[in-house]
């Protein structure tokens, strides 16, 4: 089926489902399908934390190849009874965010997405399988119609990740280049994200160095995704820890002012 | 009554609570006191986020009086379509994590606290109206064991946080100094902390710029709570938005490898 055509089959049936649950026998179950909001989420019992974040340090993989942390002491213990750093961080480094002025003139800054969307439903797209198969393989918009019809409408607010297996290799040269030294890993497909546009979604995440696959040639979803005031989160971890629907993410987006992105701290509750 | 009585006072008073309510009798609400823990805080319905973050550049005031934070173009958008920024940051700006690895040759770095102690049912010790009078007061043992009169036992692996109401202030040259320029904020007393420690507490907060307050000659509180193994926060916001009892705090902490603590972005949920 054409992206075109899966979007607006997606659109269509989310719509169809909507209408039938208006009818006044599924009364409840239309309140729990259209009104899904992220604290609703936080509602279910949780009984344990997920960490989404790596630790990272000076020899991180970063997508120049640069290190993107770098330490110094400040103050040090032995002449002071106490210590820290002056750090300098470059913003894409680590599990980090992506907020929409880091591919726009004057799109929102990090400091200024709305706190709402830190802490929303996580939906988990996997393409484990295919991405051992082919490292530069993408989620598509048919990879969205499938989950939601294995698992029910995108909730309201969602963070939608994809989960290539990608993280369990960050220590490996393997996590961002093929064996010829070129950009090699999943990312998310334009197909994908214009359906998520359409969605009431705050942002796609991927346990990978880019939003984009590895082979990209023009960030398509960079370029679109973020000017859309929409944000992402890359080199996410563990996800492997994790169910597909269910979990509650906890986004630590940092807040400098100005910030085009920067290191987070993101949790999982369920 | 002395601070070692307080203490003796309020440990005697949760273990005869406990020991009631493990009566056949009290089987449920024995449940509910002895085992509360951060996960079944949030599986109360949760509607709203709170940021306890402020946005912070380099005009946030620090301890030492020097910049926090300074900004530096590693990528520009007008040339490359893209932009980042090169940022150099002291551990300790804005709102931040002291991680015992800041007062301790050894301790626990930033990025080795369990991720369990970072979602926690938050307590708050309101010292307002006291800190209206005197800038440099603090919360003693016995704010602790009023808070628990008037609420119940602190809950299992909590995040204690005093309220001063200084977070409002924090454009103002009050936040920091009196109008001798001496330092004047409030800040937690050692007898709290030694009290805290006897209990399951993972974290205090406080919405100034130390742990201890402004006239501290010794930073007692850091110089004990810290290398005890616990992490305290520092200029947390908007806590006047929140119940004493009942939010849950999810505290984003960096995770840069052996760090002694940094910013962090820092939400609740009620």
């Known amino acids: 089926m054409c992206n075109h055509c899966v979007i607006e089959n997606v659109k269509q049936n989310m719509l169809s489902r909507r209408s039938l649950f208006k ?8 309140a729990m399908v259209a009104t899904t909001t992220p604290r609703e989420v936080l509602a279910q019992p949780a009984s344990k934390v997920f960490d989404l974040t790596h630790a990272y340090d000076s020899t991180f993989p970063t997508f120049d190849g640069n290190p993107g942390i770098e330490y ?30 880091h591919f726009s003139a004057d799109g929102t800054s990090v400091d200024q997405i709305e706190p709402e969307k830190l802490v929303a439903p996580l939906v988990i797209v996997d393409i484990t399988d295919r991405a051992r198969e082919e490292a530069n393989t993408a989620v598509e ?21 994809l989960r290539s297996g990608w993280a369990t290799k960050v220590k490996e040269a393997s996590f961002r280049n093929d064996a010829e030294g070129n950009f090699a890993f999943p990312g998310f497909g334009k197909s994908a994200t214009d359906l998520l546009l359409t969605l009431d979604v705050a942002a796609i995440g991927v346990d990978t160095l880019s939003l984009d696959p590895g082979n990209s040639a023009d960030f398509a979803v960079h370029n679109s995704w973020l000017p859309a005031g929409r944000y992402g ?26 910030g085009t992105g920067g290191p987070a701290r993101v949790l999982a509750l369920i």
């Open 72 to 101: 110094e002491w400040a103050v040090e213990f032995a002449q002071n009874g106490y210590q820290l750093h002056k750090l300098t961080i470059f913003e894409h480094t680590g599990t980090h965010i992506d907020a929409p002025f």
């Open 23 to 30: 009818g006044a026998a599924f009364a409840g179950a239309a």
């Open 233 to 258: 989160i890359e080199a996410l971890a563990n996800l492997e820890e994790l169910p597909v629907k269910g979990a509650t993410i906890m986004v630590g987006a940092p807040k400098h002012r100005g």
């Open 141 to 161: 918009a048919a990879d969205i119609e499938a989950w939601i019809s294995a698992n029910g409408d995108i909730p309201t607010g969602a963070v939608v990740a």
